[in-house]
Each structure stands twice: as structure tokens, then as C-alpha cells.
């Protein structure tokens, strides 16, 4: 770690006086719109664990209280990525212009904001629970290992995706401890949330390369370019977004039949998303201005809503339509 806070502490000196403004940039507080993805964990959780009783006021003030949490931890993360990033920002024609490269931030003080952070977040974890703060801890850990070096999986392909990606069910996760619900949390599901993210990270990366346009340069401003080329990154969206549905598919049949009505929903949504790649200057690179992105928001919404009513919503006839009409090994025994 030290070679690069060495290069960033160079980076940032001779260009602007570090300023309160640049220090609230690096925390990304615009970037907590991807705490969207605690929600699901919340919704899920009562839609499958309905034995337990649910007390409305408790459930708002948690979910509050979560999600500044999940928040302020989030923030931490963006703060260590931004001040060990600066020396590659400074080759992107864009990220340039970012507070560390360009001299708004104080690294000495940017590291002691990455710990603060981390302790406030922590801290209102606790007033949820031991469980939920652990899957704070677990968020905040993979941030580091995300970022700071000697392993800095970033740097490594496939790794990178799978290493930042991995916050999705982390993210679900927080949510389904905010319910505070005593049943786990389904493997299958957690899993294709993770290869969703995956999927989605991909995306991004493979917008990024095409943008970029010449493989020496990209691979100057991330490492993990030198390995990939646009075949690879697109092999892998295909694999990311299959097994992803193949885990999906394993939760439905086993735990909420009536969510296979959404099937068709999530793959349109993942269509749209795949679609946006392609563009110049796609808002696959900036996933937190996604919400301008008008026909993806609509998919979204209706496939949030879909999914809403199929967890809520018991339809019997399902069961019939999709009993076995083979022998099954289960059976067999």
C-alpha cells in the first residue's frame, strides 16, 4: 500500500488546494442509489418467512437505520478507491478530473475519513443487530481486498468482477437481517444475485474497453484489460447472465413457484441492460446515473412490481400446472 499512497500523495500536490468539497465528492453519496439493492433482501424476506410477525413501525426504523449503515460503509469504500485509483485516474481523459488526481483532496485526511466512515456505519449497524453489523464487516472487507494491495483483485481479471460483484448478496444479505426474520437465507438465491451482479459488472467493463478503443491504453488505466479483449468480456456476460438465471430458476422451483411469472421480466430487464453496452458513452460505466435511462427504469419498476405480487400472492394453480409429470428421483426413494 505504500508505493501507491506514495503516487497519489505525488498526484495530488502540485495541482489545487484540498477543500470540505473534495473530501464529500470521494464519499459518492450520489452512488448510494445502489442501496437499491437491499431492498430485494428486505421484500424476499417476507414474502417467504411469513410465520413471523411483522411490526410495521420496527421494520420502517430499521430499514432507515440500514440503509445509512450500508451507506456510510459504502462511502468508506469509495474513499480508499478513490485515493489508491489516483494513479491511474490520471490516464483516464474523464476520471482525471476527480478530486485526488486533481489535488482537491488531502490524502493524510482522506484516509482518516475511510476509518471514520467504517465506524459510523458500524456503529448504527449495531443498532439493528450482531448479524446485520457482520454483514457490514463483510462489506467493508471485501471493499479493502477490492482495493488495496498486495491483493487488490481489481487489478486481476474475472476476479474483479466476481470480488466487486459479490456486494449484491452482501447487500441482500443486509436486508434480510434488517427484517430480522430467524430463518437463512436461501444459497440458490444469494447466489444468482451474485452472478446478476456479475453479469452487470461485466457489462460495464466490456462498455468501458469498446470505449476506450485501444487495448495498450486501457490496459495502462485498468490492469485487468491487459488480459481481457471484447470476445472475452462478452463470453463472460453470456455465462454470468445464465448462471445467474439457472440459480434463480433453483430458488423459484424450490421455495416460491409463483415467481417463475416473473421470469420473463428479469430477462427483459437483463436484455435492455445488455443492450445499453453497445452505445457510446453508455450509462453501463456510470451505473449511478442509470436512472435516467427511461425504457430500463420502466422494465424495472414493472418487474419490480411483478415480483412484489408473486411473492405476496399465493396462485395454487400454479402447483398444478408445474407438477411433475415424470418420475422423479425423489420419488424413487
Known amino acids: 500500500m505504500n508505493e501507491i499512497q506514495a503516487d497519489a500523495a ?5 495541482r489545487r488546494t484540498p477543500t470540505l468539497r473534495g473530501h464529500i465528492k470521494i464519499a459518492r453519496f450520489d452512488h448510494w442509489v445502489k442501496n437499491v439493492f437491499v431492498f430485494p433482501g428486505i421484500v424476499v424476506a417476507l414474502g417467504i418467512d411469513r410465520a413471523q410477525p411483522i411490526d410495521a413501525f420496527h421494520l420502517v426504523k430499521n430499514t432507515l437505520i440500514g440503509l445509512l449503515a450500508v451507506g456510510f460503509i459504502a462511502s468508506s469504500n469509495y474513499v480508499i478507491n478513490e485515493v489508491l485509483d489516483a494513479p491511474f485516474d490520471r490516464l483516464h481523459a474523464i476520471k482525471c478530473a476527480r478530486p485526488v488526481p486533481s489535488g482537491q483532496v488531502s490524502v493524510k485526511w482522506a484516509y482518516v475519513q475511510w476509518l471514520l466512515m467504517m465506524v459510523v456505519g458500524l456503529g448504527m449497524g449495531l443498532l439493528i443487530s450482531v448479524p446485520f453489523t457482520l454483514t457490514l464487516v463483510w462489506l467493508w472487507i471485501m471493499g479493502c481486498i477490492y482495493n488495496i494491495p498486495p491483493v487488490r483483485s481489481k487489478d486481476l481479471p474475472y476476479i474483479d468482477v466476481l470480488s466487486e460483484a459479490i456486494n449484491n448478496p452482501i447487500r441482500m444479505l443486509a436486508g ?3 427484517v430480522g426474520t430467524h ?18 459488472m461485466a457489462i460495464k467493463r466490456y462498455a468501458e474497453y469498446r470505449d476506450i478503443g485501444d487495448p495498450a491504453r486501457a490496459a495502462s488505466y485498468r490492469r485487468s484489460f ?12 453470456v455465462f454470468y447472465g445464465s448462471t445467474a438465471m439457472l440459480f434463480l430458476g ?4 424450490r421455495y416460491r413457484l409463483e415467481l417463475i411469472l416473473a421470469f420473463p421480466f428479469v430477462a427483459w430487464v437483463m436484455a435492455i441492460y445488455l443492450s445499453m453496452a453497445f452505445k457510446p458513452e453508455s450509462a453501463a460505466q456510470n451505473p449511478e446515473s442509470l436512472y435516467r435511462e427511461k425504457g430500463l427504469m420502466l422494465a ?7 415480483i412484489s405480487v408473486c411473492l405476496l400472492v399465493n396462485m395454487p394453480i400454479l402447483q398444478t400446472i408445474f407438477a411433475p409429470t415424470a418420475p422423479t428421483i425423489a420419488a424413487a426413494h
Do not use: E, H, K, Q
Open 250 to 253: 433453483a430458488f423459484i422451483m
Open 300 to 306: 424495472v419498476g414493472l418487474c419490480t412490481c411483478i
Open 10 to 14: 505525488a498526484l495530488v500536490a502540485p
Open 176 to 178: 434480510w437481517f434488517i
Open 226 to 237: 491487459a488480459y481481457y479483449t471484447l470476445d472475452r468480456l462478452l463470453v463472460s456476460i
Open 183 to 200: 430463518s437463512i437465507a436461501p444459497a440458490s438465491l444469494l447466489l444468482s444475485y451474485w452472478m446478476v451482479g456479475c453479469y452487470f
